[in-house]
T-cell receptor, first 114, second 115 residues
Framework: AQSVTQLDSQVPVFEEAPVELRCNYS??????LFWYVQYPNQGLQLLLKYLSGSTLVKGINGFEAEFNKSQTSFHLRKPSVHISDTAEYFC????????????FGAGTILRVKS | GAVVSQHPSRVICKSGTSVKIECRSLDFQATTMFWYRQFPKKSLMLMAT?????????EQGVEKDKFLINHASLTLSTLTVTSAHPEDSSFYIC???????????FGSGTRLTVV
């Protein structure tokens, strides 16, 4: 079964600094990968997804992620963060054809400080 | 883009009563809907998967008789928490996927408090 590891539970960063949120997955077969953002007491909003093709995926709000098959990673990056980016970020994976079930990482809280 | 509406956003109920949560896909047909539970400061735990017109498939450890899921149409799924107890208090989130899978759309969540 596949699993997702988000290595950092919290990441503090100053406004306008770059940030990287790490995500590693374990699977012996091809997967689909996702990053979601959750603001307090809200549902999840899709930031970006990798299904196939280019390994560099650009998403909303200036975020991007790179799929690295050899390192089984899908790290999320943003070159310059804003206060409004403060939220919890979840990496998720699903196996194509596996009933479309998402497996989530534990989440990383991004705290942007002024 | 795809939108999923989830209601209510917050509900407080007395112990022993039942609560129904609705999840609607507004602009697409949701062939599959998923129900998650999220504990404070924790990730999302998949409770069950429902396909339109079929019985829901529950994850191990989830009580089928307590968490009743109905997916009667391609745009509506409901989760009913029966005989709720304080330990059922949680944040419940639905998500939906259409045909030709391109991803999931999540509802805004329901904060259930059982007193």
């Amino acid at each position: 079964a596949q699993s997702v590891t988000q290595l950092d539970s919290q990441v503090p960063v100053f406004e306008e600094a770059p940030v990287e949120l790490r995500c590693n997955y374990s699977s012996s077969v091809s997967v689909y990968l996702f990053w979601y953002v959750q603001y307090p007491n809200q549902g999840l909003q899709l930031l970006l997804k990798y299904l196939s093709g280019s390994t560099l995926v650009k998403g909303i709000n200036g975020f991007e992620a790179e799929f690295n098959k050899s390192q089984t990673s899908f790290h999320l990056r943003k070159p310059s963060v804003h206060i409004s980016d403060t939220a919890e970020y979840f990496c998720a994976v699903t196996l194509p054809g596996d009933g479309n079930k998402l497996v989530f990482g534990a989440g990383t809280i991004l705290r942007v400080k002024s | 883009g795809a939108v999923v509406s989830q209601h209510p956003s917050r509900v407080i109920c007395k112990s022993g009563t039942s609560v129904k949560i609705e999840c609607r896909s507004l602009d697409f047909q949701a062939t599959t809907m998923f129900w998650y539970r999220q504990f404070p400061k924790k990730s999302l735990m998949l409770m069950a998967t429902s396909n339109e017109g079929s019985k829901a498939t529950y994850e191990q450890g989830v009580e089928k008789d307590k968490f009743l899921i109905n997916h009667a149409s391609l745009t509506l799924s409901t989760l009913t928490v029966t005989s709720a107890h304080p330990e059922d208090s949680s944040f419940y989130i639905c998500s939906a996927a259409g045909t030709g899978f391109y991803g999931y759309t999540f509802g805004s969540g329901t904060r259930l408090t059982v007193v």
